[in-house]
């Protein structure tokens, strides 16, 4: 079962998160310990108790809800999530237990900024663009002709698979450090070509990869 724990500016900030958490089905935690009844979720009202959690191999996930609180090892400085109020219902959502690693193959636009979450970020602009080719510029990642295009550069054939190499040895290791998702996030200028491309291929690769959920996605698109 999974743990989070809560931090926030303020003592309101944290009941507002604890109180979301337990909307979308956590069970509210009352002490530090491991957590096998059912997903929990607990209060961090003292740096100490993160310090506590780490020295005795307790797996957690660290959320900070609002502003910094200033503290140097408190929950904003080493929080996994940095959230609003607005985004806290779909992060708890997010993070409810899961029998397998989810893994998702993102693609997105440098000029939209790299996306909250993302684990690895691999730059896709050092490939040609299929932007400048008349006849490709309209079309998506989506689409035979542009992923032709792409996947027909060797390098971006040395990317996938030097990095296909890499997660399938590194992603039981997630596993076993208690996370439930993992980002690899590929990016370009736009977000509709070359890092489209390259999301959507390397999830077909990790399909065949056992014990892992894989999900391929382009909020640029519309998916």
């Known amino acids: 079962m999974a743990l989070v724990i809560v931090g926030g500016a303020s003592e309101e900030r944290v009941e507002t ?8 089905g956590w069970a509210r935690a009352r002490e530090l310990g491991p957590w096998e009844e ?6 961090a009202r003292d740096p100490a108790q993160l310090r506590e959690a780490d020295g005795r191999g307790i797996r957690y996930v660290l959320v900070h809800h609002g502003p910094a609180d200033g503290a140097p090892e408190g929950t904003y400085a080493r929080a996994h999530h940095r959230v609003e109020r607005s985004q806290l219902h779909d992060l708890a959502r997010r993070l409810r237990s899961r029998d397998r690693l989810l893994v998702t193959c993102l693609a997105f636009a440098y000029r939209n900024g790299i996306p909250e979450g993302s684990a690895w970020v691999i730059d896709a602009r050092f490939l040609d663009n299929p932007y400048w080719i008349p006849e490709l510029r309209p079309l998506t990642g989506l689409e035979a002709p542009v992923r032709d295009h792409v996947l027909g550069q060797p390098p971006a054939l040395a990317l996938l698979d030097g990095l296909e190499a890499t997660l399938v040895r590194l992603l039981p290791e997630y596993g076993r450090r208690g996370r439930t998702e993992l980002t690899v996030a590929f990016g370009c200028t736009g977000g509709r070509h070359r890092s489209v491309v390259l999301a959507a291929e390397m999830a077909c690769r990790l399909e065949a990869v056992a014990g892992i959920e894989v999900k391929f996605r382009a909020p640029v698109l519309g998916r």
Request: without cysteine.
């Open 38 to 43: 059912a997903d929990g979720v607990l209060a």
């Open 17 to 24: 998160a604890l109180r979301a958490f337990e909307a979308e």
